[in-house]
């Protein structure tokens, strides 16, 4: 298993090696890790999808194909020396040494925490092993994601009976590139070095004392994952814009396909996202397209074949009718990425979808609203209890309530207005989805509550950096 | 120079100390200081501190400042507070906030011939407390505590408030003596027993542990500091203002400053008052008001951000340390028992983890066998079903039942039985919630969707496949058709 996980990182190494003197070394370091799982996953997937097994035995051997495939590209085209630096290497070994050290501690010393949902995300493991996507037993893809039932086979595949010891590792790399990214984010408009770490420190250890954001730690389930991957799409889109490098953009779909493959509903999150971008027009078409279409493509693929599952399990949620709806909502994105060169929409629509489609989501819920306001202002009052008193965030919002209030500048930054129309969008989504459902309950552990992780990094990443920004403009 | 820079410093202070002491007393009064969790004490206190100290330095403290060498004035003035201070003593029915103290309630019927009867003693919650528990040995009439000539009845409680006592008398004529802490009040009984009813106060001062006896003395401090300096503060005002200083020259870098915040510190002002009228007249609901306080506080900031936008950082790093101490508070005084159950788990199965999840039962043991209990029969015998604590209905859903029935059939198994069911092969176990035992399966005499009947044996719990039960020729176990 050990051997399968370094095999992993390595591959995600020498895949982010491609980026090497474009990209920062440590956020390529690091991405390493991710991409290795993400390759995993992918693979799992692929196999599941064509009905071949899933055993060790395929498994290693496929990840070893891929790396000795990349290797060799990378020596006949002599990029395996040529484009790495010291720096780089001594950042892949650095980040080796405390990512397989996190994953040793916790290996040995087991701290996982659960719900009933982590329990069930076990047993999907189990039935992706058992029987790939035929047979579904408590929870299938219509009500969770597949990433994390693929991360659990991890351990499952090598004799464990469950991965207690990868969830920190998703922490581990969340605090580093929280830090890093909001760090690089400040960097030109706060000279100073120590306000600038102590700004970045300081809200990174708000977020992590919160009780909740602690607990996942450990937490074996999918919304810190999605708020990891979310962050890191948004983070790299946001760079590549800002820094005029393209290279960021690789990044972007291989973080949004994790997102969509954790969580059923993380598919209009990241249409939201795409659709706000689109609207900014700020990357070059040709560049847009190969950015998102992985992503769509992938997404549609994933909804379409999980359409043909008759699952029939306890939790599921998603109805026929709704996947077809989502894949309707990602053709249409998908048609847009072309269509946007048309002069109406160029001219009159795009400008204004930062807007537009938070405006769009309000109708939405005010039209089902009408329908069964009850239910909506429940969830509305659950959903505000939440982020205050029951959600066991502590003082993570009421931070944030703070920090909007004193924040309300016009001074612009990079993409404030896309970011702005991004987090409103996310919060009426929130709503959104509540009325589609049961209502939301008051206790932490309800997914509304849960899927603030999703967001919450966004919301911290831009408060650092509107505060940077008005702290430049005042200079 | 000097001297007036000390006067200003002594007014700063004055004022400074004054606001502080009028939160406290506004927080005893007003708020509920006592009820009020430790944090949200000094948060009350510190928001009022604020709000009031802002418009006292806004709007007072420039007026005092022109008071700079009119000894006379501030001599009037503080000669005025104290009288006004004494009268208000004397005239006005004063009493501290009730405190936690021990109260000590005697009854005394000093009647030479009749019984007494008590017939409810209200406690400060509003509950009545139950006469016939706490006094066992007396007699009761239709509920009544009954006290015969010459005794008498004493409680003791550590409580925060008064409490309401009916008294009645058997028949009359009748006295009673009723003795709270050091008051007493003498009831009589003339033309009929009715029970006359008598409020005994809170705020008395009863037997109170050494630290509620400074929070009573702090209270009666606070109060009359409140009073003094208010009154100063007023008597003051009323003098006109020096004709002969020019304004200017009594302006400093502070009223400057406090100007551009005249509206934010009004603003914080109404929602005090506000505040105050809703906890005296409608509710004394802690979230409406932290709420309003809130508000108060978003005002400041954004007044503050917006007036010196060049501290904007500094703001934002001293939200940031508030919000991390406000965690590290929770930590220590967790709303919820949450992070700490992050435990080490020296077992890696998954059992151990299912069983520590908080799933329901149903939900454990169906993770346990959910291959073969899927779209499967159960059959179950009513102990069973409750020694393991299943719910019929969320264990049919998880698992599809086509079937679930209760039956009375000879569920128990003997040691003969057990051995050989055990030695027919690998059998498949899931440990359960209660006790040491566990739940077995076999899954060479099992198929998914079979029916299942469940046997015991101790602690131990068997799932065997109907078909199983009537082919073996071991299991004879009557079963129902």
């Known amino acids: 298993m050990f051997f399968l996980l370094i095999e992993l990182y390595l591959l995600g190494l020498v895949i982010t090696k491609y980026f090497a003197g474009k990209l920062p070394d440590f956020f390529l370091a690091v991405s390493s890790i991710l991409i290795g799982y993400l390759i995993y996953f992918l693979n799992g997937f692929i196999f599941v999808l064509v009905g071949i097994p899933l055993r060790s035995i395929w498994v290693v051997l496929l990840v070893s194909i891929e790396l000795i495939g990349v290797l060799l590209h990378q020596v006949l085209t002599k990029r395996f020396i040529t484009s790495v630096t010291r720096s780089l290497w001594l950042h892949y070994l650095g980040v080796a040494a405390v990512y397989f050290g996190v994953l040793l501690f916790f290996y040995f010393n087991n701290f996982a925490f659960g719900t009933t949902?982590?329990?069930?995300?076990?047993?999907?493991?189990?039935?992706?092993?058992?029987?790939?996507?035929?047979?579904?037993?408590?929870?299938?893809?219509?009500?969770?994601?597949?990433?994390?039932?693929?991360?659990?086979?991890?351990?499952?595949?090598?004799?464990?009976?469950?991965?207690?010891?990868?969830?920190?590792?998703?922490?581990?790399?969340?605090?580093?590139?929280?830090?890093?990214?909001?760090?690089?984010?400040?960097?030109?408009?706060?000279?100073?070095?120590?306000?600038?770490?102590?700004?970045?420190?300081?809200?990174?250890?708000?977020?992590?004392?919160?009780?909740?954001?602690?607990?996942?730690?450990?937490?074996?389930?999918?919304?810190?994952?999605?708020?990891?991957?979310?962050?890191?799409?948004?983070?790299?889109?946001?760079?590549?814009?800002?820094?005029?490098?393209?290279?960021?953009?690789?990044?972007?779909?291989?973080?949004?396909?994790?997102?969509?493959?954790?969580?059923?509903?993380?598919?209009?999150?990241?249409?939201?996202?795409?659709?706000?971008?689109?609207?900014?027009?700020?990357?070059?078409?040709?560049?847009?397209?190969?950015?998102?279409?992985?992503?769509?493509?992938?997404?549609?693929?994933?909804?379409?074949?999980?359409?043909?599952?008759?699952?029939?399990?306890?939790?599921?949620?998603?109805?026929?009718?709704?996947?077809?709806?989502?894949?309707?909502?990602?053709?249409?994105?998908?048609?847009?990425?072309?269509?946007?060169?048309?002069?109406?929409?160029?001219?009159?629509?795009?400008?204004?979808?930062?807007?537009?489609?938070?405006?769009?989501?309000?109708?939405?819920?005010?039209?089902?609203?009408?329908?069964?306001?009850?239910?909506?202002?429940?969830?509305?009052?659950?959903?505000?209890?939440?982020?205050?008193?029951?959600?066991?965030?502590?003082?993570?919002?009421?931070?944030?309530?703070?920090?909007?209030?004193?924040l309300s500048f016009p001074h612009p930054f990079s993409q404030k207005q896309e970011l702005t129309g991004l987090i409103v969008s996310f919060f009426i989504m929130i709503v959104l989805l509540g009325m589609l459902r049961h209502p939301y309950h008051q206790n932490w552990y309800d997914s509304a509550n849960r899927m603030l992780t999703h967001i919450a990094p966004v919301v911290l990443f831009y408060l650092v950096t509107q505060t940077a920004a008005v702290n430049e403009a005042v200079r | 120079m000097k001297r007036k820079k000390s006067f200003t410093l002594i007014i700063d202070i004055f004022l400074a100390l004054l606001m502080i002491v009028v939160a406290i007393a506004l927080t005893m009064r007003v708020f509920g200081f006592y009820a009020l969790p430790h944090a949200l004490k000094i948060i009350v206190v510190g928001y009022l501190s604020l709000v009031l100290g802002l418009a006292c330095f806004r709007f007072v403290r420039p007026n005092l400042l022109r008071r700079w060498g009119h000894n006379r004035q501030i001599l009037f003035a503080g000669i005025v507070a104290g009288l006004v201070a004494v009268l208000f003593f004397v005239l006005v029915d004063y009493h501290i906030v009730p405190i936690r103290t021990l109260h000590t309630l005697t009854i005394q019927n000093t009647s030479e011939t009749s019984e007494v009867s008590v017939w409810e003693l209200v406690l400060p919650e509003g509950e009545s407390l139950g006469l016939a528990e706490t006094f066992d040995q007396y007699q009761y009439t239709d509920g009544r505590l009954l006290i015969p000539p010459g005794e008498s009845i004493t409680y003791s409680r550590d409580m925060v408030g008064g409490v309401t006592v009916k008294v009645g008398a058997m028949d009359w004529p009748a006295q009673a003596r009723v003795v709270w802490d050091d008051f007493s009040y003498d009831l009589a009984w003339v033309e009929d027993g009715n029970a006359k009813a008598l409020n005994l106060p809170g705020w008395s001062w009863g037997t109170p542990l050494w630290s509620y006896r400074i929070l009573g003395f702090l209270n009666i401090a606070v109060d009359i500091l409140s009073v003094l300096g208010l009154t100063v503060v007023a008597t003051l005002q009323l003098f006109p203002l020096p004709q002969n200083e020019a304004k200017e020259k009594m302006e400093d870098r502070l009223n400057r400053e406090l100007l551009f915040s005249t509206g934010?510190?009004?603003?914080?002002?109404?929602?005090?008052?506000?505040?105050?009228?809703?906890?005296?007249?409608?509710?004394?609901?802690?979230?409406?008001?932290?709420?309003?306080?809130?508000?108060?506080?978003?005002?400041?900031?954004?007044?503050?951000?917006?007036?010196?936008?060049?501290?904007?950082?500094?703001?934002?790093?001293?939200?940031?340390?508030?919000?991390?101490?406000?965690?590290?508070?929770?930590?220590?005084?967790?709303?919820?028992?949450?992070?700490?159950?992050?435990?080490?788990?020296?077992?890696?199965?998954?059992?151990?983890?299912?069983?520590?999840?908080?799933?329901?039962?149903?939900?454990?043991?169906?993770?346990?066998?959910?291959?073969?209990?899927?779209?499967?029969?159960?059959?179950?015998?009513?102990?069973?079903?409750?020694?393991?604590?299943?719910?019929?209905?969320?264990?049919?859903?998880?698992?599809?039942?086509?079937?679930?029935?209760?039956?009375?059939?000879?569920?128990?198994?003997?040691?003969?039985?057990?051995?050989?069911?055990?030695?027919?092969?690998?059998?498949?176990?899931?440990?359960?919630?209660?006790?040491?035992?566990?739940?077995?399966?076999?899954?060479?005499?099992?198929?998914?969707?079979d029916t299942y009947y469940f046997f015991s044996h101790g602690q131990n719990y068997f799932l065997i496949s109907l078909d199983f039960i009537e082919n073996s020729g071991v299991m004879n176990v009557l079963l129902a058709d």
Do not use: C
């Open chain 1, 117 to 406: 949902d982590s329990v069930f995300l076990v047993v999907m493991a189990r039935n992706l092993i058992e029987s790939g996507l035929s047979k579904w037993y408590f929870s299938s893809p219509w009500a969770m994601g597949l990433f994390i039932p693929f991360i659990q086979t991890i351990g499952l595949l090598f004799g464990l009976e469950y991965t207690w010891f990868i969830q920190p590792v998703f922490m581990a790399i969340f605090i580093a590139m929280f830090v890093f990214l909001t760090e690089r984010s400040v960097r030109h408009f706060i000279p100073s070095k120590t306000l600038r770490w102590l700004l970045v420190g300081l809200v990174t250890v708000l977020y992590l004392s919160s009780d909740l954001v602690f607990i996942m730690t450990t937490y074996i389930h999918t919304n810190f994952d999605s708020g990891l991957f979310f962050f890191l799409a948004i983070a790299s889109l946001y760079f590549g814009i800002k820094e005029d490098q393209p290279a960021w953009f690789f990044f972007v779909p291989a973080y949004l396909i994790g997102f969509g493959a954790l969580r059923t509903e993380n598919v209009i999150a990241a249409l939201i996202l795409i659709l706000i971008y689109i609207g900014s027009q700020k990357v070059a078409k040709p560049i847009q397209r190969r950015m998102f279409m992985p992503y769509l493509i992938f997404q549609f693929g994933f909804y379409l074949r999980i359409f043909f599952l008759s699952p029939d399990t306890f939790s599921d949620q998603l109805s026929g009718t709704q996947i077809l709806m989502v894949l309707a909502g990602i053709a249409a994105v998908m048609a847009l990425l072309y269509l946007s060169e048309v002069k109406i929409l160029k001219s009159f629509v795009l400008p204004r979808l930062w807007w537009l489609v938070p405006a769009g989501l309000l109708v939405v819920v005010a039209g089902l609203g009408v329908s069964n306001f009850p239910h909506l202002f429940n969830n509305v009052m659950v959903n505000i209890k939440a982020f205050f008193i029951t959600g066991n965030w502590g003082a993570v919002w009421w931070v944030v309530l703070a920090l909007v209030a004193t």
């Open chain 2, 264 to 449: 934010v510190i009004l603003k914080n002002l109404v929602i005090v008052v506000i505040a105050i009228f809703y906890v005296m007249f409608f509710d004394e609901n802690l979230i409406f008001l932290m709420l309003l306080f809130a508000v108060g506080v978003l005002l400041y900031l954004y007044d503050l951000a917006h007036t010196k936008p060049d501290w904007v950082v500094r703001i934002v790093i001293v939200i940031l340390v508030a919000g991390i101490a406000a965690n590290g508070y929770f930590w220590i005084k967790p709303p919820h028992e949450f992070h700490r159950t992050i435990e080490y788990r020296p077992d890696n199965s998954f059992a151990d983890f299912s069983k520590n999840v908080g799933a329901s039962n149903s939900k454990y043991l169906s993770i346990g066998f959910y291959e073969y209990l899927r779209e499967s029969a159960v059959v179950i015998s009513e102990p069973i079903y409750n020694e393991l604590r299943l719910e019929v209905g969320m264990f049919s859903s998880l698992n599809r039942f086509k079937d679930f029935t209760f039956q009375d059939y000879s569920y128990q198994l003997s040691d003969s039985q057990v051995d050989f069911l055990l030695s027919l092969g690998d059998w498949m176990t899931w440990p359960t919630r209660i006790g040491d035992g566990n739940l077995y399966l076999l899954p060479e005499i099992s198929t998914p969707g």
